[in-house]
């Protein structure tokens, strides 16, 4: 079987080599970015025993305790969404957690867990792997959080890996026809439950579960918005090329990108992926010369993913980076391409197509090693 990732196989179609892919059975696909609709379902066996949690807290961020009731044997069911970003990056990292439960008897109980204590811990994407998205403007100055900072008029953000999406390089003609494809989430086998929440045939996105415990914290992470805190993950999937072999053929150029606004979603204009994704930079450059070494690092106290740090004088840029260009918004010291849309600078990018390109090579790697069956 021939397996090559969906970067391959596109670089193929731009050299004019595209009845090459005749001879590739499996291409892998990735994609990265803000996915919110993602939630944790954990167990936990405290040493304490108790009639029944009534709150529960990772960190001081509220859970919600369920569905099963675990009387009298000091245990806890809980799911956990919303603003959890950084909290699952620490949970996969096996960072210790402070959890903290309020007994229905009003008893607090506090104990540390971290990754290898919890009985449980998996992760729900109910609104993965959008086959792409959409770019945001706004006619007035507003928190959203589609950007680091306030979008402001003239100014875009936007979504979506383009060429790369798994699901822009399929054609489903049932919702069904997902059901039970295996892959990749954040680096742990997955499984595809369905279609997710707010899913039609025509802007489908997908309901994934996978273990936390088998992750890598490289692929999924808190990202700082002017709305709150999101969460990004990273899906790959492989692609069998008898199914989907037109869908594959497809370019950056030939998807579209509509340009919104913020309220309500209003279609302004039409883009294309090529727009944001051809001849940009997927991470920053740093000019050191141009530092004015500021008491407070501005590139430093606005990155989303608090990747910058200054110490010393120097200013290092760690893996946590996520491309998003905000650091280039607002410092000099930083450069990074991001494109345009409908004549809009793009101040903000919300996918990561480094980190999706990575886990394609590494779902690539465990198909062709029989680590993971498809």
Known sequence: MKVVTVD??????????????????????????????TSGI??????TLFRRAKKIFFNDIEGVVGVCPNEYLGRVDCIFFGEVGFLFKDIVKGKDIDVKVITDEGKEIEEIF????????KMIGTR??????????????????FHRFKLKIGEASFSGCGEIN????????DKNDVVGLRGLLNGAECLVLGFGTRSS??????????????????????????????????????VDVRKHREALKKLDKDIPLPLVNLFGREIIDYGKYSDVWENVDLRPK??????????????????????IKKEN???????????????????????????????????????????????????????IKGELSI
């Open 201 to 238: 045939l025509e802007k489908p996105n997908l309901m994934i579960s996978a273990n936390m415990k088998d992750m890598d914290s490289y692929y999924l992470g808190g990202f700082l918005t002017s709305g709150g805190i999101e969460i990004y993950n990273t899906v790959a999937l492989p």
């Open 166 to 173: 798994p699901l822009e390089n399929m054609i489903i003609k």
């Open 114 to 121: 971290n990754i290898e204590k919890f009985e449980t811990a």
């Open 128 to 145: 993965f792997a959008f086959k792409n998205y959409l770019a945001f403007t706004s006619n007035k100055e507003t928190a959203t959080i």
């Open 42 to 47: 954990f167990h936990l066996n405290f040493n």
């Open 286 to 307: 740093i000019y050191i010369e141009k530092c004015k070494n500021c008491n407070i690092c501005k590139a430093e106290e606005s990155c989303p993913t608090n990747a």
């Open 313 to 367: 004088n120097k200013i290092i840029i760690t893996e946590d980076c996520f491309g998003c260009g905000v650091c280039g918004y607002v410092c000099e010291v930083f450069k990074i391409r991001l494109g345009e849309i409908c004549g809009l600078k793009i101040t903000c990018r919300q996918s990561d197509r480094k980190r999706a390109l990575k886990l394609a090579k590494e779902l690539k790697k465990r198909i």
């Open 8 to 37: 391959e196989l596109k670089k193929l179609i731009r050299n004019n080599e595209e009845d090459k892919i005749d001879e590739i059975d499996v291409v892998t696909t990735a994609t990265c970015g803000i996915m919110s609709g």
